[in-house]
């Protein structure tokens, strides 16, 4: 399980920065009081635009970057009194974070899985299972430099998940995959939902949002402005699908968007 309250994340900006947000304050709140609950056995979307502050939580829950304010716990351990407890009962995979290219999945998987205290066993079941499931197997002894853009991610998924976590934590794990891809990655964690992990993806695709997850937080300017089951937040915000529901919540919380199409002959 994760829990996370009142979480509040600040960063100081040097002055280059500033220049880029062109601002005069010397702080930005990236991410400003959010709460929420992921529980075993379901898949929780973290759902905004970029920029809206869904990396940043997870960083904070993955224990990359210690809260301002706020705690988080996972599988009850606290991310920054507990924090090696925590990385042994999770994966966390962004884009950010990139295998070595000058490695083979093959010898990567191996390295992680001895960094996880498993033995040879426990590292070839596993790779048996997962390198088959991505189709990898063909490519194991590729260098990562030498993959597609495609393969490069189902060997990162993969890795990331050689220790069988309990907590899976993905940040926009289909980006930039084409579509095949993309489909064996949300599938493949639609099994893991039903072994029973504690699942929380971060996406900015309404529409792959609304068939994978079981619960989703809407997180604009860094705040969650609101959470529920799908047809729950269709409900509140009286709208037919997710996007427009999502839409009709950015342009509240952002009174000056002049985004769409206009209508208005020129």
């Known amino acids: 399980m994760i829990q996370i309250e009142n979480l509040v994340k600040i960063y100081k900006l040097n002055k280059r920065k500033m220049r880029e947000l062109k601002t005069d304050s010397t702080t930005k709140i990236a991410v400003n009081g959010v709460s929420l609950t992921a529980v075993p056995g379901q898949i929780y979307g973290l759902l905004g635009p970029n920029g809206a502050g869904k990396t940043t939580t997870l960083r904070c829950v993955a224990t990359l970057l210690k809260p301002t304010e706020g705690k988080i716990t996972v599988c009850d351990h606290d991310t920054v009194k507990e924090g090696e407890a925590v990385r042994e009962s999770i994966c966390f995979l962004t884009n950010e974070i990139k295998l070595d290219e000058h490695f083979t999945a093959d010898y990567l998987f191996d390295f992680f899985g001895k960094l996880h205290g498993m033995s040879e066993e426990e590292i070839k079941a596993r790779k048996d299972e997962l390198f088959t499931v991505f189709g990898i ?24 998940l050689c220790h069988d976590p309990k907590v899976v934590i993905f940040d926009e ?64 915000t009286h709208m037919p699908d997710l996007e427009d529901a999502f839409f009709e919540l950015f342009k509240e919380n952002n009174p000056n968007y002049e985004g769409g199409v206009s209508n208005e002959k020129q």
Request: proline share 2%; charged share 30%.
């Open 173 to 236: 794990p289909t980006s930039g995959l084409d579509i095949v891809t993309a489909r064996v990655v949300l599938d493949y964690l639609k099994v893991l939902r039903e072994r029973g992990k504690t699942i929380i993806v971060s996406t900015h695709i309404m529409s792959e949002a609304e068939k994978l997850c079981d619960r989703v937080g809407i997180i604009i300017n860094g705040k969650k402005v609101i959470e529920g089951t799908i047809p729950e937040i269709l409900e509140a």
């Open 137 to 160: 197997n063909d490519f194991k002894t590729k260098k990562i430099e030498e993959l597609s853009t495609g393969m490069k991610q189902k060997a990162s998924i993969a890795v990331s």
